[in-house]
């Protein structure tokens, strides 16, 4: 009777610690809000006779948004060693997605938009910041992840302050078209391997298109002219919610861009454009109502929540590369 007594609270005690941890795992499963790059911005002045100067909103915005990935709900999961987090998914790769946006953006921050030439030095607080954010996302143990975007964020802090001092041009941000044009085209390609990733999966036959345009072109390793791309049916949760995640950090910087390059966009009559992929953007980040991703076929009874995403996204890029094409005109 006492052993079936032990056994019963055994079995008791680790219902109820499945169940809180389940709870846990659905409070923590909540994405971020959105919020507004200017505002968020403009709470960050000094005072308010402080005018923000270029570079001060968008790096402001990718401060905000690499803040998030440690201090949203839960923190940081993608690297959690124990229960719930370990057992999560799904808001991992959400922040994956923003982080991969987060890198893009900082080392174009260092390489582009803080220099005025090719032979002009980098920003020592952007050669510190941008190296950080590169480190293994899921690394825990020391230096873990979350340090190292730390630091990666306390630099970018330091260059933000740096732009306010303009005493002192050692800390510079133009907002130039060719600097912004030269970051858009890696988002491009972001955008472009989301979509494929997304559209495959329902399966599909790709003809093999890799030299196309250059009769002279080589590749290291043949390739077959047809191959069958499919994601597997474990990760199309995790690629729709990188690509969320993605979507989310991308939207925020692109707001942000909309106030700091408005003078240059509109020389190029290419602001619309940017507005357009705002509101596609915008669309990727509506409320899923599903408990789950679902993988119908394309024209089939139950919906696809992939290729849904890869419509937007698809969309996006496209009016993407046509405000990339606007900026290199005159």
Same mark, same amino acid.
């Given at each position: 009777m006492k052993q079936y007594l032990t056994?019963?609270? %055994?079995? %008791?005690s680790l219902?109820?610690?499945?169940?809180?941890? !389940? %709870?846990?795992?659905? !409070?923590?499963?909540?994405?971020?809000?959105?919020?507004?790059?200017?505002?968020?911005? !403009?709470?960050?002045l000094p005072d308010s006779g402080t005018k923000p100067v270029p570079g001060f909103i968008l790096t402001s915005t990718l401060?905000?948004?690499s803040e998030t990935l440690l201090d949203k709900r839960g923190g940081y999961l993608s690297n959690d060693v124990l229960p719930p987090g370990v057992l999560m998914d799904n808001i991992p790769s959400w922040e994956f997605g923003a982080l991969e946006m987060i890198r893009d953006l900082s080392l174009s921050m260092r390489r582009d938009f803080s220099r005025s030439q090719s032979q002009s030095r980098e920003n020592a607080e952007l050669v510190k910041a941008q190296p950080k954010f590169n480190i293994d996302h899921r690394g825990w143990l020391l230096p873990s992840a979350?340090?190292?975007?730390?630091?990666g964020i306390d630099a970018l802090i330091r260059y933000r302050q740096e732009l306010l001092n303009t005493a002192d041009n050692s800390a510079q941000f133009y907002t130039r078209a060719d600097n912004?044009?030269?970051? &858009?085209?890696?988002?491009?390609?972001?955008?472009?391997?989301?979509?494929q990733r997304l559209s495959a999966s329902v399966g599909q036959e790709s003809i093999n298109t890799d030299l196309a345009g250059d009769n002279a072109a080589k590749q290291s390793s043949p390739s077959r002219d047809r191959e069958y791309l499919k994601t597997s049916w474990w990760d199309l949760d995790n690629v729709f919610y990188e690509s969320r995640g993605a979507c989310w950090a991308l939207l925020h910087f692109l707001k942000a861009v909309e106030v700091e390059f408005a003078d240059?966009?509109?020389?190029?009559?290419?602001?619309?454009?940017?507005?357009? %992929?705002?509101?596609?953007?915008?669309?990727?980040?509506?409320?899923?109502?599903s408990?789950?991703?679902?993988?119908?076929?394309?024209?089939?009874?139950?919906?696809?929540?992939?290729?849904?995403?890869?419509n937007y996204i698809s969309r996006a890029n496209a009016a993407l590369i046509d &405000?990339?094409?606007?900026?290199m005109q005159g």
């Open positions: 056994s019963k609270w %055994i079995i %008791i219902s109820v610690l499945v169940l809180l941890f !389940y %709870i846990i795992a659905v !409070y923590w499963s909540f994405e971020p809000d959105q919020f507004d790059p200017r505002q968020t911005a !403009y709470q960050q401060i905000k948004v979350e340090s190292q975007y730390q630091e912004l044009r030269d970051w &858009l085209k890696q988002v491009e390609k972001r955008l472009g391997s989301l979509s240059a966009l509109e020389k190029k009559n290419a602001l619309v454009s940017l507005r357009q %992929i705002i509101r596609d953007l915008e669309a990727t980040q509506q409320t899923v109502w408990p789950m991703i679902l993988n119908g076929s394309g024209f089939g009874t139950m919906a696809n929540h992939s290729l849904v995403m890869a &405000l990339t094409e606007l900026l």
